[in-house]
């Protein structure tokens, strides 16, 4: 599902089915100490992005499907230590899960980017329920913000909103699984469309995409 290049040119690959890879000179080898998944539909381990200072830090993020109760899944977000000779996880730590989640097993999102100061955005999918992209007490169909330690930034749009979930920088979105920076460190996201109609947008604090 996604793949992050180390320094030394060896890849880490993630598989929607639950499986981390790590690619190097002599094969692939299973990379212990994933998060737990639910992978249902297009749910599962979804993205993978190393730290900015991932050559001496060997932190990275993992983006996934988390089971969580009555059956449903909401899009995570974590962060772990690759282990000296790329075989294990280590410190994993869980930063962020979506709310309320649902038990549906479409559009989860789940691109995530490190910003240069720091910050983390995070892609979600609607779930397939459009309606929820508009609700703001919803994490579904949004591109979220948080600090590099999980926490909530004091300058997200709609930390003083009543009602709304704090972590939101954008909403009403679909599906968004492309996300990168310009050469300007700005946002931009692609996203799919329900029949064509996919987009290509400029991430502005706190807009509606909808």
């Given at each position: 599902w996604g793949m992050a290049l180390l320094p030394d040119g060896d890849i880490l690959i993630t598989e929607k089915g639950g499986r981390l890879i790590l690619a190097d000179a002599t094969g692939q080898h299973r990379v212990a100490g994933v998060p737990r998944i639910k992978a249902k539909g297009q749910g599962g381990l979804l993205d993978i992005t190393l730290a900015r200072n991932f050559a001496?830090?060997?932190?990275?993020?993992?983006?996934?499907?988390?089971?969580?109760?009555?059956?449903?899944?909401?899009?995570?977000?974590?962060?772990?230590?690759l282990s000296s000779d790329g075989r294990s996880l280590e410190n994993l730590t869980k930063l962020f899960e979506m709310r309320p989640g649902s038990t549906g097993g479409r559009h989860f999102g789940s691109r995530v980017v490190e910003a240069p100061g720091g910050h983390l955005f995070v892609t979600i999918g609607e779930r397939g329920d459009r309606p929820s992209a508009q609700d703001l007490s919803r994490h579904n169909g949004s591109v979220i913000r948080l600090?590099?330690?999980?926490?909530?930034?004091?300058?997200?749009?709609?930390?003083?909103?009543?009602?709304?979930?704090?972590?939101?920088?954008?909403?009403?979105?679909?599906?968004?699984?492309?996300?990168?920076?310009?050469?300007?460190?700005?946002?931009?996201?692609?996203?799919?469309?329900a029949k064509g109609g996919d987009e290509v947008n400029k991430i502005r604090k706190g807009a509606n995409y909808g």
């Open positions: 001496t830090t060997r932190q990275l993020f993992l983006t996934f499907a988390k089971p969580q109760p009555g059956g449903g899944a909401g899009t995570a977000l974590a962060r772990a230590t600090n590099g330690d999980g926490s909530v930034p004091s300058d997200n749009p709609f930390v003083n909103t009543p009602g709304a979930l704090p972590e939101i920088w954008s909403y009403g979105h679909r599906n968004p699984q492309g996300a990168g920076l310009d050469a300007k460190g700005e946002l931009w996201i692609s996203e799919h469309g």
